[in-house]
């Protein structure tokens, strides 16, 4: 992936009918800004996978940490982003847990530790090495911490009650020990070459520079008319096509390790 082309996907599922609340409007509100050097608040509570009420910055002070915003019931894009973090962080030498810490944060306060839990042995497996569970969180909030934490980071995103669903950009962000924001991560392909430079920057307290960002919407309901126009089956069609070729890259590189081992 180049550093300066991006693609920064929405995640946005087809209402089944009118009365949406996610209008033309409300759309352009969702944004991932870059916050560069931004400071998050240490003292924010949440709890984590067991239950137990943690604070943010329990999880820094000591190694980078990388920073998840999504919500785990996501239908669609939550996957796609921790499947392609998945895969990068398998490329790299360093482990999770040892040189570097993760983070996800549910943005939905009525999810509970249960589900977080749940999505966390389903990533365990998939990352597959040791240790990784004491360095990898899954948290859960109230909407007071979960909005301050997304502010802090500039990550936008709005509820549509219609379909009890969030609209959310991609993407996620480093963190320095310290907690200041280092880097941003936009999509839901990531090079790892990208990233260790990231984490290693972010663990000498440096802060990048900002990256250009493309912003696609996969779909796009008009509330008035409950119609999708020309417009945007070309765009769902654009859409399709880019999940293809994301899943035959994913194949490829899972072919490439496979036959790495075997050598």
């Given at each position: ?5 991006f693609?920064?996907?929405?995640c ?6 009118r ?5 033309d ?8 800004d870059?916050?560069?050097g931004?400071?998050?608040s ?8 067991t239950g137990?009420?943690v604070?943010?910055g329990?999880?820094l002070?000591?190694k ?9 019931g996501?239908?669609?894009l ?14 790299l030498?360093?482990n999770?847990?040892?040189q ?18 749940a999505?966390k ?8 090495r040791?240790g ?7 948290l859960t909030g109230?909407e ?20 009890r669903?969030?609209a ?13 924001v280092?880097?941003?991560f936009?999509g839901?392909d ?8 990231a ?6 307290r ?7 960002q ?13 119609k999708?126009?020309g ?5 769902v ?8 070729l ?13 036959r790495?081992?075997?050598i």
């Amino acid at each position: 992936m180049k550093p300066l082309a991006f693609t920064l996907l929405l995640c946005l599922s087809i209402p089944a009918a009118r009365g949406s609340e996610v209008t033309d409007a409300t759309l352009r509100t969702i944004r991932f800004d870059q916050r560069l050097g931004a400071q998050v608040s240490l003292d924010l509570p949440f709890r984590d996978e067991t239950g137990a009420t943690v604070k943010l910055g329990d999880f820094l002070g000591r190694k980078p940490v990388i920073l998840v915003p999504g919500y785990y019931g996501c239908p669609m894009l939550c996957t796609l982003v921790l499947n392609g973090l998945i895969g990068t962080l398998q490329d790299l030498k360093m482990n999770v847990g040892e040189q570097f810490e993760v983070v996800n944060f549910s943005i939905d306060p009525t999810e509970l530790p249960a589900l977080a839990a749940a999505k966390k042995r389903s990533y365990m497996r998939s990352y597959g090495r040791p240790g990784a569970e004491n360095g990898w969180k899954f948290l859960t909030g109230d909407e007071s911490s979960i909005q301050t934490l997304a502010t802090e980071i500039g990550f936008h995103y709005v509820y549509d009650s219609s379909i009890r669903q969030y609209a959310h950009p991609s993407g996620f962000v480093v963190l320095t020990p310290d907690g200041k924001v280092s880097r941003y991560f936009f999509g839901i392909d990531y090079s790892a070459k990208e990233l260790d430079n990231a984490l290693v920057a972010a663990a000498s307290r440096k802060t990048g520079s900002p990256i250009r960002q493309l912003f696609l919407l996969c779909f796009h309901y008009s509330p008035i008319t409950g119609k999708y126009g020309g417009l945007i089956i070309n765009s769902v069609r654009l859409c399709g096509l880019g999940t293809m070729l994301w899943l035959g890259l994913l194949i490829g590189r899972s072919i490439a390790r496979e036959r790495t081992r075997n050598i």
